[in-house]
């Protein structure tokens, strides 16, 4: 090889090598990434609630489900696992979010018969049992909660009823002056339950349950209901306090309509409620049929 590619290799090294160059020269600013990869975890945490299948007739019918009602939001989840093998020997889970429920069985085809998990469960189901009272289960994040067996299936006829998570801050703070019967708060309601009273409709039961825990303030320590009647898909609902009410009743009557409507409206043939007699009664009617 002649001198002069010798000198003409040499004098390419510097640039050879750095297009080999593994680190970057100093003072050069590398670029920045674009777009980021975020590693999440779920939002909603759960637990678990397992217990004992039963049924009355002795055998399972093959539309039985386990539900779990919400007591805050009023959701209802119906997502549970049965497992079925003996009738002694049945059982099922649900997975839910953390949060307060009712426990509850049920067939699909037939959802006005339920079987609770009620204290008469937890006393042991026999005669000696006499209060059917629901047990309120908590689940907590990554709880697993066992004998949570919803066998109650003699309680008497049982009612939801709702009222605001606060009554207090609901008297309070719902309705300022000149709302209009709007009220000026996003309410958040829970839900009881209570047993229907005997020749008494359910839709009466739970509204008198709701009326009689608001405070009414003045006068009587709460309304009652004294004219509920149904037609088509409307309610038509009276209190005691349309014919003898005190001076601020109509405040309170504003502030009961809301719940009373609430309370109405779960059952679903329902679309609309009217604080008045229905078509064919009058005021007068329903004023004279009340005790003097």
Request: overall charge neutral; some cysteine.
């Amino acid at each position: 090889m002649s001198m002069k590619k010798i000198l003409f290799l040499v004098a390419l090294l510097p640039f050879l090598g750095a297009g080999c160059a593994t680190n970057p020269p100093e003072n050069t600013t590398l670029p920045v990434p674009t777009s980021t990869t975020t590693v999440t975890t779920t939002d909603v945490k759960q637990g678990t609630i397992t217990g004992a299948l039963s049924y009355p007739a002795g055998g399972f019918p093959p539309d039985l489900e386990v539900c779990a009602l919400n007591t805050a939001s009023n959701a209802i989840d119906c997502n549970s696992k049965l497992s079925f093998k003996s009738y002694k020997d049945s059982t099922y889970s649900l997975t839910l979010p953390a949060g307060a429920y009712i426990v509850y069985a049920e067939r699909r085809t037939d959802k006005g018969f339920k079987g609770y998990y009620s204290e008469a469960v937890t006393c042991g189901g026999g005669t000696n049992c006499q209060s059917h009272k629901n047990i309120v289960v908590t689940v907590t994040a990554g709880s697993e909660l066992t004998n949570i067996d919803p066998g109650d299936w003699y309680a008497p006829n049982t009612v939801s009823y709702f009222l605001p998570q606060d009554i207090d801050a609901y008297l309070r703070d719902a309705f300022p002056i000149n709302t209009g019967g709007i009220p000026a708060l996003k309410v958040v309601y829970v839900t009881y339950m209570t047993t229907t009273n005997s020749g008494e409709s359910p839709m009466r039961t739970a509204v008198q349950a709701a009326v009689a825990a608001i405070p009414a303030g003045g006068g009587p320590p709460h309304a009652n209901v004294v004219y509920l009647k149904v037609k088509g898909t409307t309610a038509y609902v009276m209190l005691d306090i349309d014919f003898d009410g005190w001076a601020g009743s109509g405040a309170f009557t504003q502030e009961i309509h809301p719940i009373i409507v609430k309370n109405v409206l779960q059952f679903t043939a329902i679309k609309k409620v009217v604080f008045g007699p229905a078509p064919g009664d009058t005021v007068e009617q329903i004023g004279r049929s009340l005790p003097q």
